[in-house]
């Protein structure tokens, strides 16, 4: 069975730093993995997906990578805006390509 | 882009009662959608998959009975919690995948909270 775990489970950075987002999986046959936001009460926003073929994904100041043999991925954030404050998830298919299998979040906080 | 429509977005009611829950894809056809159930400071789990003219996919553990999906239509799945109790208080998302990709599109959620 797949798990997803991320850490940390809640980050508090100044404005400004670079940061690091973890994210751990059980099986590594995966077809791909996604990286979401999420605000508070509200539906994900999807940020990055990376295919099981690459290692890495970039979209402005977000960098993801993927190593599926050690089973991690990271979200890169650079520059980090207290707009960036959210709830960070990762997620993989578990079975059926868009029936995904969420980890367990980071909560991030950007102090301006 | 595409949207998914979630309605309500907050919902109280009382215990015994039943609640209905819309999502709707506004500018494409979604013969699936996935319905996620969070709790509070947790992740999303996977309650159901609605599959547009036939039954809906239940996960282990889920109650079909108490929560009912239909998806009558290739726009509209929707989620009926019925006869509600305090512990079904939950925040309830939505998701339709971009017919032939792996982009999945999100509704904004629906916070139950039973009284």
Request: with cysteine.
């Amino acid at each position: 069975k797949q798990e997803v775990t991320q850490i940390p489970a809640a980050l508090s950075v100044p404005e400004g730093e670079n940061l690091v987002l973890n994210c751990s999986f059980t099986d590594s046959a995966i077809y791909n993995l996604q990286w979401f936001r999420q605000d508070p009460g509200k539906g994900l926003t999807s940020l990055l997906l990376i295919q099981s073929s690459q290692r890495e994904q970039t979209s402005g100041r977000l960098n993801a990578s993927l190593d599926k043999s050690s089973g991690r991925s990271t979200l890169y954030i650079a520059a980090s805006q207290p707009g960036d404050s959210a709830t960070y998830l990762c997620a993989v298919p578990g079975g059926a390509t868009n029936k995904l299998i969420f980890g367990t979040g980071t909560l991030l906080a950007v102090q301006p | 882009g595409a949207v998914v429509s979630q309605h309500p977005s907050r919902v109280i009611c009382k215990s015994g009662t039943s609640v209905k829950i819309e999502c709707r894809s506004l500018d494409f056809q979604a013969t699936t959608m996935f319905w996620y159930r969070q709790f509070p400071k947790k992740s999303l789990m996977l309650m159901a998959t609605s599959n547009e003219g036939s039954k809906a996919t239940y996960e282990q553990g889920v109650e079909k009975d108490k929560f009912l999906i239909n998806h009558a239509s290739l726009t509209l799945s929707t989620l009926t919690v019925t006869s509600a109790h305090p512990e079904d208080s939950s925040f309830y998302i939505c998701s339709a995948p971009w017919a032939g990709t792996e982009k999945l599109f999100f509704g904004s959620g629906t916070q139950l909270s039973v009284l």
